[in-house]
């Protein structure tokens, strides 16, 4: 590594590290007010406020991470720029692809960091975070509880379970409706009075069977019929699902492919799916962004390039958010709303990086 090299990425893993720490500490103090009244009524032991912080470190980072790296970018390169130290590397034979080639290194390493906390550790400190603080500080007791009702579970294979009502203690289900599907097409529906878990496999009893092939229906009738090779166990039906934004990729995935597979609507949850992969990659496209527009401003302070960073990122959150509302409503394809604002400001950032490289 060369000393100019060493020396950009000293400037900017500074910039970077302080801009991160900073918004988390904005957020932190921003939900401390919003939240100080809880903990005031409810006196809340600091160690327990303490760990409910910690939780929200990651999601603070994850989504902060890329308005650190734009801010790190305009200040360490806007300081460069500011004392004709970029103009002396370019003047030694150094084009401005090359001398951003250890930033932009940097910020690909933090679309894996990003991708792997907002996998990894994200979800399991939301919930624990919401935990703590409905559980641990308001004391809301979440009863287990002994029935559900109305419940829809989307199962494996493309099965779909309609109950009516579902006794948890007993695993037993009343007026129970179970649908498999193949490619969408409805194969077999069996309907039953009740059904129950006989420790390895599901008793229908009450009921009657419909097989559907090639546009004929048989339908039998039974008073008791054991099930074998169900996936589903008690405890999938007692448990609440989770929203997409508190499911990983591997378990969003999962769940798409069983709406595919039962014929249901995928296309909003598709959305969800590929922003879970398109956001971290915008961590690249800013320093593009922010390494054009420094060679050509020189920076006379942090705020204008706090300002800069926090104009063009909201800008992008808005077209993000935008995107992902209209495929959501179906006005527009998963791809182009998950993928339209990286395609945006990818194309804008080359653009600009073109015209700087050839200043």
Avoid at 58 to 86: C, Y
Avoid at 120 to 135: G, K, M
Avoid at 241 to 266: C, I, N, Q, T
Avoid at 334 to 345: C, I, R, S
Wanted: aromatic fraction near 10%.
């Amino acid at each position: 590594m060369r000393i100019l090299d060493r020396y950009l990425l000293r400037e900017f893993i500074g910039y970077l590290f302080l801009g991160l720490l900073g918004f988390i500490v904005i957020f932190i103090v921003v939900d401390l007010i919003e939240k100080m009244d809880v903990f005031l009524d409810h006196r809340a032991p600091w160690p327990l406020v303490l760990q409910y912080f910690v939780n929200l470190a990651p999601d603070v980072v994850v989504k902060m991470l890329p308005v650190s790296l734009l801010l790190a970018t305009f200040l360490a390169l806007g300081q460069l720029n500011k004392f004709g130290e970029l103009t002396a590397m370019r003047a030694g034979g150094l084009s401005l692809v090359r001398i951003l080639a250890p930033v932009l290194c940097v910020a690909m390493a933090c679309v894996v960091v990003s991708l792997l906390i907002g996998e990894f550790v994200v979800p399991a400190a939301t919930r624990a975070r919401q935990q703590i603080f409905e559980e641990r500080i308001q004391h809301l007791q979440r009863a287990v509880p002994s029935e559900r009702a109305d419940v829809t579970y989307l199962g494996r294979g493309g099965r779909i379970w309609l109950v009516g009502l579902y006794l948890v203690h007993e695993s037993r289900m009343h007026e129970v409706s179970l649908q498999e599907f193949k490619n969408g097409v409805l194969m077999r529906r069996i309907d039953a009075a009740e059904a129950s878990w006989d420790g390895q496999r599901w008793v229908f009893v009450s009921g009657y069977v419909r097989r559907f092939s090639q546009g004929r229906e048989q339908a039998e009738g039974f008073q008791r019929m054991a099930v074998g090779g169900l996936g589903e166990r008690p405890e999938d039906f007692a448990k609440q699902g989770h929203k997409p934004e508190e499911m990983d990729w591997f378990e969003l995935r999962s769940y798409v492919d069983r709406l595919r597979a039962s014929g249901a609507r995928v296309e909003n949850y598709l959305v969800d799916l590929h922003l879970k992969l398109a956001f971290p990659l915008i961590c690249v496209i800013v320093v593009m962004i922010g390494g054009a527009l420094a060679t050509r401003l020189r920076m006379q302070g942090a705020a204008l390039g706090f300002g800069l960073s926090v104009a063009i990122s909201f800008f992008y959150y808005g077209i993000l958010r935008a995107g992902q509302a209209l495929g959501h409503n179906g006005a527009l394809p998963p791809y182009v709303a998950a993928w339209g604002a990286d395609v945006l400001f990818g194309a804008v950032a080359f653009v600009m990086l073109a015209q700087a490289q050839r200043r």
